[in-house]
């Protein structure tokens, strides 16, 4: 064994190819930006699945673990935006018509660890039509419980009062607003001390959608420094779409029950 052999190196090392012509120095940037992204991704939902598994087996402490280390990636993939920001506007220009319509819509990882955490939209599988490895990822994202329906089934299985329309619920279709869900928030929030492992998990659910916010937002502003209001590659309205992206969520309750803590 050696290192690129183990590291299949050779595979990774070739999968960079510029195709402006001739071809701009900052097309490579740009490539490797995206394709780190999609490693990292890639173990996202690795962790994601896997701490969806784990809290089905209410093996919460080690769900808990993936869920920590998925939040140093999305740390790692925010800071990242800094290394495409030295692309000036003028550069991207000289190579964005290589790109045709392709664009992050595109992105079937992305779209699985939208799935994964509860935003879920089946008209968003049009898009890999033609791509059946893409699809069957998406397809069981789709149908699989969401992150939160898993811990709420937990919850339910350690005696919380979850209400059966939860329970009970299309896990293919988006989640949405659950009022009688906060006041079983509202009671583990009250008193930390006796529900200390579902209080513990309420919050790195939170600390997870806030640095995909964070992600949204980064990718929002370097999107505005480089291509300002131009319509996006993939037919949308571009920033004021990704600006439109930033109010959604994906765990409501967990932030209503803000608003109901005494004090
Ligand atoms: C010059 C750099 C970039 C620009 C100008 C840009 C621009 C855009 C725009 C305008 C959209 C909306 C779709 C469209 O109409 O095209 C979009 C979506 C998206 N981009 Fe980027 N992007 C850039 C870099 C990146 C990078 C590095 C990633 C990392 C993988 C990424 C991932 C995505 C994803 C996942 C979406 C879909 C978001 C959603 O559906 O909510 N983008 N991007
Ligand atoms: N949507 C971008 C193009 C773009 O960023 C892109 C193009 C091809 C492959 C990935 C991309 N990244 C994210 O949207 C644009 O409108 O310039």
Redesign the pocket.
């Not at 131009?230 to 920033?239: I, L, Q």
């Given at each position: 064994m050696s290192y690129g052999g183990y590291l299949d190196l050779s595979t990774l090392l070739a999968a960079q190819r510029p195709i402006s012509r001739p071809e701009h120095h900052d097309e490579l940037l740009?490539i490797i930006?995206?394709q780190t992204?999609?490693l990292w991704?890639k173990l996202v939902l690795h962790e994601l699945e896997t701490a969806c598994e784990l809290l089905r087996a209410d093996e919460l402490a080690p769900a808990l673990k993936c869920i920590a280390r998925v939040k140093h990636i999305q740390k790692t993939?925010t800071e990242?935006?800094s290394v495409?920001a030295t692309?000036t506007p003028t550069e991207?220009a000289q190579f964005?018509g290589v790109l045709g319509n392709a664009?992050?819509?595109q992105?079937y990882q992305?779209?699985a660890v939208?799935f994964v955490l509860g935003n879920k939209n089946a008209k968003?599988m049009q898009v890999f039509e033609s791509d059946a490895a893409a699809t069957a990822i998406l397809r069981r994202a789709l149908e699989s419980p969401s992150l939160y329906d898993e811990f709420l089934r937990l919850l339910a299985r350690a005696g919380y009062p979850i209400p059966a329309s939860v329970l009970e619920r299309d896990v293919t279709l988006a989640w949405t607003f659950q009022a009688d869900l906060v006041p079983v928030f509202a009671e583990i929030y009250a008193n930390p001390d006796e529900h200390w492992a579902a209080y513990e998990t309420c919050e790195e659910l939170v600390d997870l959608e806030d640095n995909f916010q964070l992600w949204?937002f980064r990718?929002l502003k370097?999107?505005e420094r480089?291509?300002g209001s131009?319509?996006?590659?993939?037919?949308?309205?571009?920033?004021p779409?990704?600006r439109r992206?930033l109010e959604l969520t994906f765990f409501p309750e967990l932030y209503a029950v803000r608003t109901e803590i005494p004090g």
């Open positions: 740009f930006q995206h992204t999609e991704l993939l990242q935006w495409l692309l991207y964005r664009s992050g819509f992105s992305y779209r939208e968003m949204r990718h370097t999107v480089i291509i131009k319509t996006g590659t993939g037919g949308s309205s571009g920033a779409f990704l992206a």
